[in-house]
């Protein structure tokens, strides 16, 4: 039986101007899965995931996190889930890529020796400790989300979040990301992803949420919904136009 990390009961969220942005939603997240969440621009998507490790709280209903209300366990949920950002360059801090991915741990107090040996780890596994002394804003865009991910992997998440993650890249850069991306589902982790680009993981995601005007639309394996996403403003893949095979971007 799937053990469900997050649980979401009725969630609504509505903005100061009155604009409803998320209306009555109830999924849950398993341990393991790797989620797609698609819909045209302003059909929620940032929104509901900005809820899922605090950043917005629910006008109504109730999220979980192992169990534990976001509201009440705020510190307990973003260990637990980790966002990595439409635009990497807002996440960056640190004058270095090592100093920027060791600033999450040095905030919770952990010893200088830990942080070394936590953050040199990571940035083996991800192929960038060659670029530990090189200032981020120096990088390639695909370099630079790669960092942004370094910084949340150390914080050890179970759920890692990302919003649009192949967004300004180009073609060598989201195939950086993408294997970065399938590494971590494949260790183990539980993915959700927010992208206008279908194309790159619908041969490898598990699950898709279809959202729209704050509501989730449909819900299933997702080569059973590619024929749906026009009608919800997403461009559908072109191996399904096509009536091709889908085949992975992982060489």
Known sequence: MPK???DIKDLSFIFDDGFRGLNHISLSINQGEFIILAG???SGKT???RHLNGLLMPTSGTIR?????ISKHLIETRKTVGMVF???DTQMVGDTVFDEVAFGPENLKITRARIKEIVTKVLETLNLFHLKDRNPSTLS???KRKVAIAGILVMDPQVIVFDEPFSNLDYPGILQVLATIMDLHRAGQTVMIA???IEPVIFEATRMIIMEKGSVKEDDVPLNLVGRLESYGVREPCFSKFGLEPQSWQK
Not at 65 to 69: I, P, R, S, T, Y
Request: aromatic letters at 4%; hydrophobic letters at 30%.
């Open 195 to 197: 992208t206008h680009d």
């Open 86 to 88: 439409q635009d990497p």
């Open 65 to 69: 996190v192992n169990g534990l209300e």
């Open 47 to 49: 929104t509901f995931l």
């Open 4 to 6: 469900a990390i997050i």
């Open 141 to 143: 865009g695909g370099e």
């Open 40 to 42: 045209k621009n302003g």
